[in-house]
Structure formats: structure tokens, C-alpha cells
């Protein structure tokens, strides 16, 4: 009888005990970690050396036909084709008589919308055309050059014992625009600008110049005041001025519904106070911070007669920053900046007080968030009715807010354009916003109820800040429009003078609205077009992913190096591996460098390319180590045109690329490619020692590669969501024969294309009607990368720009070069590209 239970002790005796399977598990799981770090320090070390086997190429520019004029918020660059910065009257008149195109004015270039600028046009820029042409003290008027700014007249007239009457908060901007927008500042018992000007000379679109005043070329006078450069050239100025005099500031907070009452009774006719305003502090807007200067005979406090120019500081810098940052930002603005700050009441000259510098409010950076101002006008009776309308919007949309400061204006004494057709409080709004698509969308979205509120209170909202208003809100906000644009038609027929604004707003001769042309597109999309585009789901893209999606589009390029290496019957052993991880991250390092200051690629981006470039770099590593070493042995006896597995093996590659070009690479089937290697090729043959290398080695490749691509696709499929493949293409011009598109306003269309190939190759087509169609942007990005690759020698044509550019390690003597247009100028920048035939466009991205 056998002993059962003796066997059993004896298997027992046998079995691991617990403590020697958790040493088996730990000993196993060492080795794989270990292998894992072996492996991370063998990609680590590949990537390095790989970089530097790749330098950046440096690529020389062709000579440059455009000038790019931009902004304060940097919201709106318009690129032009020449800007010419006149000295006299007369250079100005030569100017204009001379340039047969578009002609936009700019002055200080503080407005907000591009007011100064025109696609392709010339800008009279009129910050060389300054000085004082004559001053009386005893009559206490000045006549100065339009380019001169406020604080030149101040020094001008400071030792004469005068001050400006009327001019804005700041001192920095030019007369000439500070005209042309009718500006207004904190005077109590003033108003808009004009109220303090006694004369102009205007330059008209033939050359001459005219002088307007109330009792002569009125309709001149008053429409090229408030008329943002759309009837002629402002030259001379003649102002009234004031005298300067001790000012003490007085302050107190209420809450905003105690306002109106206390103004009307304390400061409306209360002759002594020069300057007044009150802010709101946001979230809430229910307190008021009230500021008042009044004359006094008291000593000065402050002896300096005006504040130093440069008026940028860190600690101004610091304060907008941390009150817009969100956290508790607010609440230490009301609670411990503005007490700290208003400590006291000092005694300053009214020019001290009227001499502040728009650097004060210069942020570090306008890249990724900007601070931009907007204006409604209010009537005085209706301050109650607009605020609870405003603070709704306000909060609703959580609008980063600074404050919403109130200053009060008498009425307009009769500009076309008035914006106080009656007395008015100014409700100014100084917020910070994000300067991606997506926000500018949304704000548009909020003002546009701003200005409906304002309008519903009978007021009127403030033309150089953004131009999100549609033409509906335009025309009622400014009823006597019409009238502008006929005295405008009158004196300009061929509507030289323009600008953003007015290649928004303005409408044509027959009072209908123009179309856009390839020739005439406005720099930015009109409202109407905004707000139908805003409605389409999935039609807005993160331009920032446009950039930083250039490195996995250099691993396509790699593998279809590698494909048609291959193909070309070349050895494997022969293919720049160590290049082509140095190209990867080139390109990573090039693409995030050039757009660090604007984007913010994010963590999880930056992680997902640093695994990409990791595993590249094991990848090419190992496999340029192995074709080097067993696979160049086995390349002895590989008859000419390769064995069966070699053709095997770039059939696969060429397969490949196909895929990755319009799919993730995990989604290849390796496991097949395996399979068929095994049931398609023969067992034997001539070159029997490769023939088996390479069977074992593309087994092991493409078995390894079911694996990882099988844990990549099951991680992407449960991170990301399935992408929009269509992209969409708004441009004018557009007709049925080149293109179906949905109509939108004004003849733009937008085109819905699908990404990847039909995209580039949609824009390649368009590119040949280039005078006849243009891009105005795509999938909400004002921005479009293009790659390709041209000879060392070759120069980056104008209107493109280059963000990064290294040598093609298959081909040396070219370079890669991913290119960056503007979307207006892509069809013009690829029409060139092509007839030029040097630079090879390999894919136009499609975010
Ligand atoms: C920080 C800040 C604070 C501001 N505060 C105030 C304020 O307190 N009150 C207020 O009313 N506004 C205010 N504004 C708005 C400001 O008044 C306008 O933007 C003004 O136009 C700026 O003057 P500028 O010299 O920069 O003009 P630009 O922006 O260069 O030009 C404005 C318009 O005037 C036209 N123009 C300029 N010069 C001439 C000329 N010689 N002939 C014909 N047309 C010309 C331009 O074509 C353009 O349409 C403020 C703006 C900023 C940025």
C-alpha cells in the first residue's frame, strides 16, 4: 500500500514556501525594473548624442515686402505693405497723392482693435510729425503738429503756467489720435475732446490741405473729430489750454447705488473739482472708490511739476498681476493696496495729476494674456438702470475685471461720431483676457451684451477698442453714421483712407455691405462671421497643438525615409538611426521654444512627447546597434536586390507610413505583418544565413511592437476622446467651381475639409487662385504651420517665418523646415513656394 500522506510531506517538503516565492517575485520584478532603467538610460543617452549629431540650421530670409504694425494688447498685427513716417505737412500730402492703395494713419498706436492699419496698405506714421507750430500764453491757445504727444505739450506750456484743458488719463498718446477718437479724461464740467479745439488742418485722400473749424468746413470739422482717420490726415492742432493750478486729492467708498445721488449733489457743478473718478471693485460691483482733485491754495505736497516718463515699475507690474490672478486678488486690491495708496490727501500741480504714462500698466508679457480696455456711455439719468445690466454680464461671464472706473462728459458739441450726444457718465472697463482663439471668441461674446446693454440704456459704446460689434450695433449706437460716410464719399470717393475699423464698419457707396475681397479682406473676421462660426461644434482648434504636434509628424518623416531607404534596395545597416532620433527632438526643443512665451503646451503634451521621444530613441537606438553589428554580418551574404525578408521588410515600411500619415501608429497591425512574414516568404533560398537573421529579427521587432502598440493604443484610447477629423477653412472668394463651402457674411465661406492629406492638398489647389482667394482663418487659428524641405541654400520667402529648420540625416544637403504664415498671407506664401519649386511641402498642419 503506498503511504500517501509520505508523498505528500515530500511534495511539501518541495513546494516554495511563502517567503521564497516573495523573494522569487522580488527577484523577478528586479530584473524587469532593472531592465526598464537600463533601457530608460540607454534612451536617455541615445537622445542626447542624437541632438547633437543634429544642429539647428540656420536659414537666411528673403528680403522682407511687408511691415508688421501691431498694437497695445497685441491682439491685432496687420501686416502692411510700407509705412512711411512723414515730417511735414507737405510729405505728408506727397505721401498721399502718391501711394495708390489703402492708407491707414497711426499715431500712438494705443488704440485697441487695429484702427491704425489696413492689410497691404501704407501707414502714414505720424509719430515724426511733431512739434509746437505756435503758442500765445496770453490767449492760452497752442497749435501743435499731430504727432505730438500730450507730454511734449506739457512741456511746452508747464513754465507758462498752463495746462491741458481736455486730454485722456494718460499723457502718452499723440494728439493727432487722441482727436481722431475724440478722446475725454476725469474732467469734471468738460467732456469729449472736441469741446477743446479751436481749429485743424486736415490733408484730404488728392493731396490738399484744407482748415476746418466749427464755422469753416464744419462737416469736416466735426467728422474728421471722433472720425479715426476715415476723411484725411489730421496735421495742425490748435487747442484750447487751462491754467495750471495746486490740485489736493479727497477720496471716499460707497457702495455703487449711492452714487448718482452724491455726484449730482457734491460734484456735477462744483467748479473747484478738476479731476474725478470712481471705480468699482469687481467681482462684486457693488462698492464705488471715489477720487476727487480740487483746487486749493494749500502748499504742494509733491514739488515735482510732472511725473518721470518711464513710469514702469515691478510693483505696478506685481499689483495688476495679483489682482487678476484670482486668489484673493480682489480683496486685497480693496482691502490693502487702494488704502495703502490713498493714504493722505497730497497737493500736486494739475499737470503732475495729468501725467501719468501708459508704461505704468505694461504687463511682463501681452503673449499669452493681455489687459485691454472697452467704454460705454451712459446717460447720466440712466447710470441706475445700466449697472445692474453690466454687473450681470459682468459677472455671469466671471470677466476678469481690474475695475470699472466712471467718469462723467457734457455733451458733444456736434462730431458725427459723437459718443456723448447728450451728458453722460463713461462706465471704462479694464480687464485681463487670454489671447487664444477660444478667449477672444468669448469675450466678443460677452461685450457684444455689453454693448447691447448700453444701447438699451440709450447709450452708446467706444470705438477704439476691439471691433467685435456687429454692424446692427454699430448703426445703432451711431445713428448719424450715414451722414459720416457720405461726407466721407464726398471727399474720398476712392476710399483711400481706411483701417480695421472702417474695413469693418464702413459700407459701400450704395449704403449696402460690401463684400469681401481677396484684395479688401478686413485683418479680422466681422462679427456676423464670428458668431455663426462660434455656433459650429468642433470648428475651433487649440493653436498651440498645431506647433507641438511637428515632432510626431518628424517620426512620420523618419519612417518614410526609412520606407523608401528600403525601398531603394539600400542596406539597412546604412540608415541614420542616431540622426533620425536627433531630428525628433530638434523639432521638439525648436517647436516648444517658439511658442513658449504664447502657449502653454501643458504637462501631460510635454510628458507624451518626452515617452515618445524615449521610446524613438531605445527604438533606433537598439535597432542601429543591431544593423550595425549582427545585421551588417548577415548583410555578407544578402544577394543583390535582398533575400525575400528584406523586400518583405520594406513592403511593411512603405505600409506603414501610409498609415501613420492619417492614423496613430499603434493602430498598424504588427501582429499580421508578423504573421504573413512567416506563411509568405520561403523557407529557403539564395542568402539562407540573412534570410533567417532576418526572419528572427523582424519577429522580434514586430512582436515586440504588438505588444507596446497594444499598451499605447489601450492608454491613448482611454485618455483621449476620437478627434474631429474635419477642419475648417473660412476664407473669401471662394466660389462653386474652386470650392463648395457654406456662405457666411459679406461673401466668406467656410469650407470643411478632411484633415491630414485632402487638407494640404484643398490649400495646395486654392494656392493656384491666390489673387483670387483668401484665407481668413482656419479652424479659429489666425496662424498656419507648414513643413518641407528645401536645399541648404535656399531663403525663407516674406510673409513666412521660419520656427525651426534642421538638416534631413537621408539627405543631407536639405534641410527640414517647418514654416509659419499668416492665414491671410498662406495662399500668397504657398502660390510663391511652389513656383519658386525649391521647397517641397510636405504637409500643411492641421491642428
Ligand atoms: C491705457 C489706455 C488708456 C486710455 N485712456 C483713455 C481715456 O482716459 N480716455 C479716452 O478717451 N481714451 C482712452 N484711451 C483710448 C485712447 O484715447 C485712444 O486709443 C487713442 O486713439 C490713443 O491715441 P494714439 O495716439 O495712440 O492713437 P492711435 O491709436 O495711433 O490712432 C487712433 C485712431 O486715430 C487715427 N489717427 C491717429 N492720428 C491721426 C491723424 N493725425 N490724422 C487722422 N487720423 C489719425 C488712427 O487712424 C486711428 O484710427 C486709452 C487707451 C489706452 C491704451
Redesign the pocket.
Known amino acids: 500500500m503506498s503511504e500517501p500522506t509520505k508523498d505528500y510531506a515530500l511534495k511539501a517538503a518541495n513546494a516554495p514556501s511563502r517567503k521564497q516565492k516573495r523573494t522569487r517575485i522580488w527577484r523577478i520584478t528586479r530584473a524587469i525594473l532593472f531592465l526598464i532603467l537600463a533601457l530608460l538610460a540607454f534612451g536617455v543617452v541615445v537622445s542626447g548624442a542624437s541632438l547633437l549629431s543634429v544642429p539647428e540650421a540656420r536659414i537666411a530670409a528673403a528680403p522682407d515686402s511687408g511691415v508688421q504694425v501691431n498694437?497695445?494688447t497685441r491682439l491685432y498685427p496687420i501686416t502692411m505693405a510700407r509705412v512711411v513716417a512723414p515730417r511735414t505737412v507737405d510729405e505728408i500730402s506727397n505721401a498721399v497723392r502718391s501711394w495708390p492703395g489703402p492708407i491707414?494713419?497711426?499715431?500712438?498706436?494705443?488704440?485697441?482693435g487695429g484702427?491704425?492699419a489696413t492689410p497691404d496698405g501704407l501707414q502714414l506714421d505720424?509719430r515724426n510729425f511733431r512739434g509746437v507750430v505756435g503758442f500765445d500764453p496770453q490767449a492760452r491757445v497752442i497749435t501743435v503738429r499731430?504727432?505730438t504727444r500730450w507730454r511734449e505739450v506739457q512741456q511746452a506750456i508747464d513754465s507758462a503756467g498752463l495746462a491741458v484743458k481736455i486730454m485722456?488719463?494718460?499723457n502718452t498718446?499723440?494728439v493727432?489720435?487722441?482727436l481722431?477718437?475724440n478722446?475725454?479724461?476725469r474732467y469734471i464740467g468738460q467732456g469729449p475732446l472736441v469741446r477743446s479745439v479751436r481749429a485743424i488742418s486736415l490733408v484730404l485722400a488728392d493731396g490738399r490741405v484744407v482748415t476746418a473749424t466749427p464755422a469753416q468746413n464744419p462737416d469736416l470739422f466735426f467728422g474728421?473729430i471722433g472720425g479715426?482717420?476715415a476723411l484725411?490726415?489730421?496735421a495742425d492742432v490748435t487747442l484750447d489750454l487751462a491754467v495750471n493750478a495746486h490740485v489736493r486729492r479727497e477720496d471716499e467708498k460707497m457702495l455703487v447705488s449711492s452714487y448718482a445721488p452724491f455726484f449730482r449733489r457734491r460734484i456735477r457743478n462744483d467748479t473747484t473739482v478738476i479731476f474725478h473718478n470712481a471705480d468699482m471693485y469687481p467681482p462684486a460691483y457693488e462698492k464705488i472708490h471715489v477720487v476727487s482733485y480740487r483746487l486749493t491754495k494749500e502748499p504742494l505736497t509733491v514739488a515735482n511739476r510732472l511725473l518721470p516718463e518711464d513710469q514702469s515699475a515691478w510693483s505696478h507690474r506685481t499689483a495688476y498681476s495679483m489682482i487678476t490672478n484670482g486668489l484673493g486678488g480682489y480683496w486685497f486690491r480693496e482691502h490693502v493696496i487702494d488704502p495703502l495708496i490713498f493714504i493722505g490727501h497730497p497737493v500736486t500741480w494739475r499737470n503732475y495729476e495729468a501725467s501719468y504714462d501708459?508704461s505704468e500698466?505694461e504687463p511682463e508679457s501681452r503673449e499669452k494674456e493681455t489687459y485691454v480696455?472697452q467704454e460705454y456711455f451712459i446717460p447720466v439719468d440712466s447710470f441706475d438702470v445700466f449697472v445692474p445690466r453690466m454687473r450681470r454680464i459682468l459677472r455671469d461671464h466671471r470677466v476678469n475685471a481690474v475695475n470699472v472706473s466712471v467718469r462723467h462728459a457734457l455733451p458733444d458739441p456736434g462730431t458725427m461720431l459723437a459718443w456723448a450726444p447728450n451728458e453722460v457718465f463713461a462706465f471704462?472697463l479694464y480687464y485681463k483676457q487670454r489671447t487664444d482663439a477660444a478667449s477672444r471668441s468669448e469675450v466678443g461674446r460677452w461685450t457684444r451684451q455689453l454693448i447691447d446693454a448700453a444701447i438699451r440704456s440709450g447709450g452708446r459704446y467706444y470705438l477704439?477698442y476691439q471691433p467685435v460689434a456687429t454692424r446692427a450695433q454699430f448703426a445703432k449706437a451711431y445713428p448719424r453714421a450715414p451722414e459720416f460716410f457720405a461726407t466721407k464719399r464726398r471727399v474720398d470717393p476712392a476710399n483711400k483712407f481706411t483701417?480695421n475699423?472702417w474695413d469693418l464698419y464702413e459700407p459701400a457707396a450704395d449704403g449696402s455691405t460690401p463684400s469681401a475681397t481677396a484684395a479688401r479682406t478686413p485683418a479680422v473676421v466681422p462679427a456676423e462671421v464670428r458668431m455663426v462660426l462660434d455656433t459650429l461644434r468642433g470648428y475651433s482648434r487649440d493653436e498651440s497643438a498645431e506647433l507641438i504636434t511637428h515632432p510626431e509628424w518628424d517620426l512620420v518623416y523618419g519612417s518614410d525615409a526609412y520606407a523608401r531607404w528600403l525601398a531603394a534596395g539600400r542596406k539597412p545597416s546604412g540608415f541614420p538611426y542616431l540622426k533620425s532620433v536627433g531630428t525628433f527632438w530638434r523639432s521638439y526643443f525648436g517647436t516648444w521654444w517658439a511658442g513658449r512665451d504664447r502657449y502653454d503646451f501643458g504637462i501631460g503634451k510635454h510628458a507624451m512627447l518626452g515617452v515618445i521621444g524615449i521610446s524613438t530613441a531605445i527604438e533606433y537606438g537598439l535597432k542601429g546597434l543591431y544593423e550595425n553589428t549582427v545585421g551588417r554580418l548577415s548583410e555578407l551574404d544578402m544577394p543583390a536586390g535582398g533575400t525575400p525578408e528584406d523586400r518583405y521588410a520594406a513592403k511593411i515600411a512603405g505600409q506603414y507610413v501610409d498609415l501613420i500619415e492619417q492614423r496613430g501608429w499603434y493602430e498598424f497591425g504588427f501582429w499580421p505583418a508578423l504573421k504573413n512574414l512567416w506563411t509568405t516568404t520561403p523557407a529557403t533560398g539564395p542568402g539562407m544565413l540573412r534570410k533567417w537573421e532576418r526572419r528572427f529579427a523582424l519577429s522580434a521587432e514586430y512582436g515586440i511592437k504588438t505588444i507596446y502598440a497594444a499598451l499605447i493604443g489601450f492608454g491613448t484610447k482611454s485618455a483621449y476622446s476620437a478627434d474631429e477629423m474635419r477642419r475648417g477653412i473660412v476664407a473669401v472668394g471662394l466660389n462653386d467651381s474652386l470650392a463648395n463651402g457654406v456662405p457666411l457674411d459679406r461673401g466668406y465661406r467656410v469650407l470643411f475639409v478632411d484633415r491630414y492629406n485632402p487638407f494640404r492638398d484643398t490649400l495646395l489647389a486654392l494656392s493656384d487662385h491666390s489673387n483670387q482667394v483668401r484665407v481668413a482663418e482656419i479652424s479659429g487659428s489666425d496662424f498656419v504651420t507648414v513643413s518641407g524641405t528645401a536645399p541648404a541654400s535656399w531663403r525663407v520667402p516674406s510673409r513666412a517665418r521660419v520656427v525651426v529648420a534642421y538638416e534631413v540625416p537621408s539627405d543631407p544637403g536639405h534641410n527640414r523646415i517647418l514654416l509659419r504664415s499668416n492665414a491671410r498671407d498662406l495662399l500668397d506664401v504657398i502660390h510663391r513656394l511652389r513656383i519658386e519649386g525649391k521647397y517641397k511641402i510636405e504637409h500643411i498642419y492641421d491642428y
Open positions: 498694437e497695445i491707414a494713419v497711426g499715431g500712438g498706436r494705443y488704440s485697441m484702427q491704425t505720424m499731430s504727432g485722456q488719463t494718460y498718446f499723440t493727432g489720435g487722441a481722431s477718437v478722446a475725454h479724461g474728421a479715426y482717420g484725411g490726415v489730421i501708459v500698466l480696455l471704462v477704439p483701417n475699423l
